[in-house]
């Protein structure tokens, strides 16, 4: 009993002991997971400030190159004044000094212009990038005549290019005659666009191609339009919405505000690695179970053909010490026999040596292997409680309820041992006053051989225990008459034996199942 009541307690503190390693496991991966996702929320949010300087860099390079195009158009509008002063003097034929207005055309050395007349024929041009020796590399097989019309044509297309960009400046050279003046940006305004967009381009390229970053997604707060994410997938405009729900669930977004009454939203997802990572502690623990599941399976084969062995060979040993003093008894009873004693004496001797041969016998069949044979459970089970029933106390009501001929295969010999260990434990649980019911239930597929006591009982926790070798209620008992019962019916019968049912002071069913 002690054996078995520590060997649970073992079991608990085990059970806790795991419980603890589990839970210290898990909280350590947890802290883990927790770190690198705060990781990666710190790289969201500091990228997210990186966006914000760049598109402020970008927006305020866009106001400079406005300020530089009104100051080149007010470079231009003085151009033009200067031009209209040279131009008065010349129709109308007055002296004057226009130096000063040569001066301000001459000083545009960087505003590239092109000037045509009412029939869009080129009057000239100043700042340009190429010349007719550019055109002549370029068609080193075409005429002059043929060179200066494509030079003319290129001047006049470029110049309707410009006036979509920049407006253009019509003046009246003399009654009658009109020139315009088309005017593009300046070099260095060009450069700095050039920059701009490379800027831009950057940007996007850090978006789009930056695979350590987590996935993010950044929307315009108003329009819900894409303008940007580093995750081809998230390019889908029908999706949007799907994407936002999505992330949001994972991770709170990041709202970029640029003081300007626009304002983007990130969203960022966990990064594939960290997904993994929150599954890894219970994949752990799912091979380590799977493994000590496996060790045990193994070890408990291992264990389990042990005891097979040893059971067998406690059999075959017994019925073999049996063997010898029951052969010598034998020869005794039939010398008493020759002898003048009261015959009955004689009998008696015989009653106790059949008894012994069938002890030997079920040895023998548990050591060996029983011969399973289809045969009258009915009269099995009627003959061992006829032999009982003068063999227990008188105070014990022992009743049957016994259908007849109920056939299935069993070993007459090991089953009436069964019910024999069953009903002496049954007893001795009355202590040897009480009622004692044996009675059989059959079913389409199983016969149920029920013995039922009114004894002490048997605690819940305790009906597996009371199964296994070397439990007993007993101060002188081994604990091996219900251990031999299990084996009994479940190795040799493939049947099962448990307790039914059982109530603390009141009684206990046993039930053997024996299948059809």
């Known amino acids: 009993m002690n054996l078995y009541s520590n060997k649970q307690k073992w079991k608990i503190v085990l059970l806790v002991f795991a419980l603890l390693l589990v839970g210290a496991s898990l909280f350590v991966s947890n802290e883990i997971v927790s770190k690198v996702a705060q990781r990666e929320k710190d790289r969201a949010q500091q990228w997210a400030g990186a966006i914000k300087k760049k598109i402020e860099l970008v927006r305020l390079t866009n106001n400079t190159f406005s300020k530089l195009r009104e100051n080149e158009r007010k470079k231009m ?8 002063e040279v131009s008065k003097a010349t129709s109308l034929d007055v002296q004057m000094s226009y130096e000063f207005p040569l001066k301000i055309i001459s000083e545009n050395k ?15 041009f100043r700042n340009l990038d190429f010349d007719t020796s550019d055109l002549r590399t370029a068609y080193p097989d075409i005429s002059s005549r043929e060179l200066t019309q494509l030079m003319e044509d290129s001047l006049v297309a470029l110049a309707n290019s410009w006036s979509k960009k920049n407006p253009s400046f019509t003046i009246e050279i003399y009654e009658g005659l009109f020139m315009t003046y088309y005017y593009n940006d300046s070099k260095e305004i060009e450069r700095l666009e050039t920059e701009r967009d490379s800027l831009i381009q950057s940007f996007n ?81 799912l091979l380590i179970g799977l493994f000590a599941l496996i060790g045990y399976i193994i070890f408990s084969t291992y264990r389990k053909a042990e005891q097979n062995q040893v059971w067998a060979g406690m059999a075959k040993e017994t019925a073999h010490q049996l063997g010898t003093p029951l052969s010598s008894l034998m020869a005794w009873i039939q010398m008493l026999e ?123 926790n305790q009906f597996k225990t009371i199964f296994e070798p070397g439990y007993s209620t007993k101060k002188r008992g081994w604990g091996l008459g219900l251990s031999l019962v299990k084996r009994i019916i479940t190795e040799y019968h493939k049947g099962k034996v448990f307790v039914l049912e059982s109530q603390v002071n009141e009684g206990t069913t046993f039930r053997i199942s024996l299948p059809l």
Request: charged letters at 25%; a negative charge.
């Open 338 to 460: 020759s002898q003048d004693i009261d015959p009955m004496v004689t009998q008696e001797m015989h009653k106790d040596v059949d008894r012994l041969n069938k002890v030997t016998d079920r040895f023998s069949k548990i050591g060996s292997g029983a011969q399973m044979d289809c045969d009258n459970l009915s009269e099995t089970v009627d003959g061992v409680m006829s032999y009982l029933r003068p063999r227990i106390s008188d105070k014990v009501d022992v009743l049957t309820e016994i259908p007849m001929n109920v056939v299935v295969k069993h070993s007459r010999s090991l089953l009436e041992w069964v019910i024999e260990n069953i009903c002496k434990n049954a007893v001795d649980a009355m202590e040897g006053e009480g009622k004692l019911k044996v009675s059989i239930v059959k079913n389409s597929d199983w016969v149920h051989i029920d013995i039922t006591d009114n004894g002490k009982g048997i605690p819940s």
């Open 205 to 285: 390229n850090d978006l789009i191609n930056n695979e350590s970053l987590v996935p993010v997604l950044l929307v315009d707060s108003t329009s819900k339009e894409i303008i940007g994410t580093n995750v081809a997938e998230y390019n889908d405009p029908k999706k949007v919405d799907q994407y936002i729900s999505d992330m949001s669930a994972a991770n709170t977004p990041i709202i970029i505000d640029f003081k300007s009454g626009q304002k983007s939203i990130l969203y960022y997802d966990n990064s594939p690695e960290l997904k993994q990572l929150q599954y890894f502690p219970y994949i752990q623990f």
């Open 77 to 84: 509008e003085v151009w033009i004044d200067a031009t209209k």
């Open 110 to 124: 960087d505003i590239p212009v092109i000037v045509l007349d009412d029939d869009q024929l080129v009057s000239g």
